[in-house]
């Protein structure tokens, strides 16, 4: 897990927009018209919108130059170390959360609580799993320390 990586998306996703944030997918845009979405306009969730934070270099596994869509899933990944759908990868950044916390503040927290507790909840079982029960457990997670 790269803490630091992760605590810049927390705090970056904590600035966008609610109109510009669904966790349902990682970009409404098929191909956005810039790698950062608030510049573009576009909604997308944390992986969509935090794509901005790498540097360029780093970006170019992950862009297909042709088609230039973008293998958001790999990205975040190799930003993260987290493995995609996994667990932990499901409690930050799973599509799931689209119908029980569907909001920057919310994902910024999710991300915070994995980082400060080093896992998730014992009884998260990830793959759209999502209650009250959990979002409880973040909710009163202080963004800024």
Avoid: Q
Wanted: aromatic share 12%; hydrophobic share 35%; net charge neutral.
């Amino acid at each position: 897990m790269n803490k630091k990586n992760l605590i810049d998306m927390a705090n970056h996703v904590s600035t966008i927009p609610r109109v510009l944030f669904d966790m349902k997918e990682f970009t409404r845009k098929s191909k956005p018209t810039s790698i950062n979405l608030m510049d573009c306009n576009s909604v997308g969730c944390v992986i969509g919108h935090c794509i901005s934070l790498d540097k360029p270099e780093n970006l170019s596994d992950f862009v297909n130059s042709t088609t230039g869509y973008v293998n958001y899933s790999g990205w975040s990944e190799s930003f993260t170390g987290l493995v995609p759908y996994s667990k932990e990868w499901e409690w930050c950044f799973g599509s799931a959360w689209s119908i029980t916390d569907n909001t920057p503040i919310g994902a910024c927290k999710r991300i915070l609580y994995l980082v400060r507790n080093g896992k998730v909840p014992d009884n998260y079982l990830g793959m759209g799993i999502n209650d009250m029960t959990f979002i409880r457990l973040y909710e009163n997670i202080k963004i800024y320390e």
